[in-house]
């Protein structure tokens, strides 16, 4: 007796044991299968509203912070594409290096041409504004000029869609690069800034340029930037657009400088950082 009460005894535990297990693990996800199917069967019959409503209001905007996290992914994701493209929040420059193709500009006397030179150039000022955070788009990135091969005027055409460039891309400003030359006196040298004389704008950032220039290439005899009516890049360009004339090919000193890499970085150098300035100077006015 006293034995089948013991074996009674460990019976009922063991039923408790399972029926606790029932009641900690079982019931509450069975509990829980029941509660979703009722609510699917309110929500099926419409019955609920308000609970239905809840639901949607749970559903809304547990899809909305979803959403929100993912639009906010999605804004880092395309601020990331675009450190690039953040870069082109801040703005658009244009760079033209002048001449191309049949149209080799000035020829030096070691034979170097312009057209060679200024892509030189405009390639090297396009890595340091991309890096500076601007977008940049160039008229031209090969040794090309800008007509077609069966145009008769090709000079003409190429300068009217080097303005054309710029009046699509409607840049912050644009900057023409090109060599300089003075046949009839061959000491004469020196970077020099052009902008549209009726430009203030142009004037300013003609300013700013030839100033960085002219510290830091050290010029000994530094030259002042010059207004121009009758350039056509110039004249005819929708936005503030200088002319940026490295140097003298017509200089044999000069010319050789020209083609050094070390004097072109420095060169370039000092004109992004005449047109930060400038881009700076402009932001600060607004700001006032
Ligand atoms: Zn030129």
């Known amino acids: 007796m006293r034995k089948l009460k013991e074996k009674e005894v460990k019976i009922i535990q063991y ?23 009722e609510s699917a069967g309110l929500n099926a019959q419409g019955n609920t509203g308000a609970q239905m409503q809840d639901n949607a209001g749970t559903q809304g905007s547990m899809r909305m912070q979803g959403t ?25 420059i244009v760079i033209d290096a002048g001449h191309g193709g049949f149209d080799s500009g000035m020829v030096g006397g070691s034979g170097i041409t312009e057209k060679v030179l200024n892509l030189v ?15 940049v788009v160039q008229t031209r ?10 145009e008769s005027h090709k000079k003409a055409q190429d300068m009217q869609r080097r303005c054309a460039v710029i009046e699509q891309e409607q840049p912050l400003l644009a900057v023409s690069i ?14 020099q800034v ?30 002042v930037q010059k207004g121009n009516a009758s350039y056509y890049i110039l004249k005819r ?12 090919l017509t200089n044999p000193a000069e010319e050789a400088k020209l083609q050094e890499e070390v004097y072109q970085d420095k060169l370039v150098k000092a004109v992004c950082d005449g ?14």
Do not use: W
């Open 141 to 150: 990135d090969t040794e090309e000029g800008l007509y077609d091969a069966d």
């Open 15 to 37: 039923l408790m044991l399972v029926v606790l297990f029932g009641v900690a693990f079982v019931l509450p996800a069975y509990g829980v299968r029941v509660q979703m199917k």
């Open 237 to 248: 360009s929708a936005s503030t657009t200088v002319i940026v004339e490295c140097g003298f």
């Open 194 to 223: 052009f902008y549209y004389e009726h430009s203030a704008e142009g004037e300013q950032l003609a300013k700013c340029i030839q100033t960085c220039m002219n510290e830091q290439l050290e010029i000994a005899r530094p030259r």
């Open 121 to 135: 150039y405009a390639k090297k000022l396009e890595a340091l504004l991309t890096e500076a955070g601007y977008r």
């Open 68 to 92: 929100g996290e993912n639009a906010g992914m999605g804004g880092k994701g395309k601020a990331g594409e675009g450190s690039g493209a953040d870069a082109a929040g801040k703005g658009t």
């Open 178 to 191: 090109h060599q300089n030359s003075y046949p009839q006196d061959a000491s004469v040298c020196g970077p």
């Open 275 to 288: 047109v930060l300035q400038y881009l700076n100077d402009a932001d600060s006015q607004v700001g006032k």
